[in-house]
């Protein structure tokens, strides 16, 4: 089946760590994003890639990385530099940019 | 200030009640999406529309991008419908704004 799968479910960090969210698709897309989700907000865009080896940055990149060597993968790691991290991120995919994103099941990450 | 607003944020039906779910936006868009999260904080995209009316099922999506207006419609409710649901838009190539969601629970 084809789908996108975010993992882990849960995660926990320790203040001044990195940590590195995974995100996979075999739906073939081109494009992939990454949202963060905060209890009574919208969405927000973290960053996204519209192909392989380039990426933009969306409203709220800072204290975050990505990467796209590879069609399939767009990890996001959430740095020190973040100082609220604590949030639910949603990866998303789809076709092109123009088209409608699948979204996968989402990674809530806490600090300890 | 919010680019795209929905109303109402909470919204309660009997079950076969027809809803409305509404979403006004105040840029000029490419494209606008209707999505659907459930309990569990999954995400599914039901419609995306640059104009005009679309329909699956018992959901139907319209737009007026002259009134920067969106409706969402479900008629013959039922409690499975139950879930936020989160208009947003895309805005020249990497403007995307949402709505912060329309809780909706429909009861037996």
């Known amino acids: 089946d084809g789908g996108i799968t975010q993992s882990p479910k849960y995660l926990f960090r320790k203040e001044g760590q990195n940590v590195t969210l995974s995100c996979e698709q075999n739906?073939?897309?081109?494009?992939m994003y990454w949202y963060r989700q905060d209890p009574g907000q919208g969405l927000r865009l973290i960053y996204y890639s519209q192909i392989v080896n380039d990426f933009q940055k969306g409203d709220i990149a800072e204290g975050y990385s990505v990467s796209r060597e590879k069609k399939e993968s767009f990890p996001l790691t959430v740095t020190s530099a973040q100082k609220n991290p604590t949030a639910f991120y949603l990866c998303?995919?789809?076709?092109?940019?123009?088209?409608?994103?699948?979204f996968g099941d989402g990674t809530r990450l806490s600090i300890l | 200030k919010n680019e795209v607003e929905q109303s109402p944020q909470n919204l309660t039906a009997q079950e076969g009640e027809f809803i409305t779910i509404n979403c006004s936006y105040s840029?000029?868009?490419?494209?606008l999406h209707w999505l659907q999260q459930h309990p569990g904080g999954g995400i599914v995209s039901l419609f995306m529309?640059?104009?005009g009316k679309k329909k699956h099922g018992r959901l139907i999506a319209t737009i007026n991008i002259q009134e920067k207006h969106s409706s969402l419609h479900i008629t013959a409710s039922h409690p499975r419908d139950s879930a936020v649901y989160i208009c947003a838009v895309r805005w020249g190539s990497n403007q995307f704004y949402f709505g912060t969601g329309t809780s909706l629970t429909v009861i037996p």
């Open positions: 529309l640059s104009s």
């Open positions: 840029v000029g868009i490419s494209a």
């Open positions: 739906l073939n897309h081109d494009a």
């Open positions: 998303a995919s789809s076709i092109d940019i123009d088209q409608p994103q699948h």
